[in-house]
C-alpha cells in the first residue's frame, strides 16, 4: 500500500458567489473533504472572501479567499468544479491568469465535467491528454488537446475527468500528482 503524506499542502477550489444552481455540487465537495482527509488546507475562492452561496443542488459553501488573493505561488493545486460554472469562469482574466500560472509553476491542475471549459479559456490545453464530460469533447479537440473517454486522464501534473462517477478515481489521481 502507498503511503501520501499532504500535510501543509494548500489546495484551491474554484467557486463562484453569483452562480447559484450552476456549480456541480458533488464535484466541489467530494473532492474537497477527501483533500481535507489526507491534511490539505482548502481554500474555496469566489470574487471576494466570506460569500455564502448553493450549487445547483442546495448544498451551502462559503468562499474562504477572494480570486484577487490568490497567487499560484501560495497553493500547490487548484480543482475546478464542473457545472455551468466554468462558462462564467473563463470570461474572467483573473481566473484564466491563475489557471496559466499554475500551469507554468508545473503545479496540479485538476477539473471535472465542464471545467476544462476556464482550461480551454486559459490556452493551457494544447497536447495534453485530457478527458471531460462528452458535451465539451469538441471544444477540447478544437483548442488542441488529446482527447480520451476514460474515468481520469493525468498528463504530468494535470489531473482530468468526464462525470460525478469519476470522482473516487479523480480524486486519487490528485493525490497522487501533489504528492509527487
Known amino acids: 500500500s502507498l503511503t ?12 463562484e458567489s453569483h452562480l447559484h444552481l450552476v456549480l456541480q455540487d458533488l464535484e466541489l465537495h467530494y473532492p474537497r473533504l477527501r483533500l481535507k482527509e489526507e491534511g490539505c488546507e482548502i481554500l474555496i475562492v469566489g470574487p471576494k472572501e466570506n460569500l455564502d452561496f448553493k450549487g445547483k443542488h442546495g448544498v451551502p459553501i462559503k468562499s474562504t479567499v477572494g480570486i484577487e488573493q490568490v497567487k499560484a505561488s501560495d497553493i500547490d493545486a487548484l480543482i475546478i468544479p464542473g457545472g455551468w460554472a466554468p462558462d462564467f469562469w473563463r470570461r474572467e482574466d483573473s481566473f484564466k491568469n491563475l489557471c496559466r500560472d499554475m500551469m507554468a509553476a508545473n503545479k496540479t491542475v485538476a477539473s471535472i465535467c465542464h471545467g476544462p471549459w476556464l482550461l480551454i479559456s486559459a490556452n493551457c490545453v494544447k497536447g495534453k491528454k485530457m478527458t471531460a ?5 469538441d471544444d477540447l479537440v478544437n483548442a488542441g488537446a488529446l482527447f480520451e473517454d476514460s474515468e481520469v486522464c493525468v498528463d504530468g501534473k ?6 460525478p462517477d469519476d470522482l473516487p478515481a479523480f480524486c486519487k ?3 497522487h500528482a501533489m504528492a509527487n
Open 4 to 15: 501520501l503524506s499532504l500535510s501543509h499542502k494548500h489546495s484551491h477550489v474554484c467557486s
Open 133 to 137: 464530460f462528452r458535451a465539451i469533447k
Open 158 to 163: 494535470l489531473v482530468t475527468s468526464r462525470v
Open 173 to 175: 489521481a490528485i493525490i
